[in-house]
């Protein structure tokens, strides 16, 4: 089973950047889809972007796409997600997962709060 553990959340202005990490343990990380979710304050948890086991095909929620870009690094048993053009909407607890046909596998971590000031 692989643990995770996200990071680089922050408090940022309208229109900057953030970069996540999440740092998974476990020998078969390289196997698996991975994705990225988030949980605003009173909303459901939803999908935000997925990567692929080699990181050569990515998906992503129509909210964030053309703003945020997920990659991965299986050497590093890492998976990031780089987002730019930060708007207050997009404040929310940012959880990884691994994922299959883009629905969460696994347990969740802490996750990783972002916060976006207008």
């Known amino acids: 089973q692989v643990q995770l553990v996200e990071s680089g959340g922050g408090l940022v202005q309208a229109g900057g950047s953030l970069r996540l990490s999440c740092a998974a343990s476990?020998?078969?990380?390289?196997?698996?889809?991975m994705g990225w979710f988030r949980r605003a304050p009173g909303k459901e948890r939803e999908f935000v972007a997925a990567?692929?086991?080699?990181?050569?095909?990515?998906y992503y929620a129509d909210s964030v796409k053309d703003r945020f870009t997920i990659s991965r690094d299986n050497a590093k048993n890492t998976v990031y997600l780089l987002m730019n053009s930060l708007k207050p909407e997009d404040t929310a607890v940012y959880y990884c997962n691994t994922v299959r046909d883009l629905e969460p596998l696994g347990s969740w971590g802490q996750g990783t709060q972002v916060t976006v000031s207008s």
């Open positions: 476990g020998r078969t990380f390289s196997s698996y889809a």
């Open positions: 990567i692929n086991w080699s990181g050569g095909t990515t």
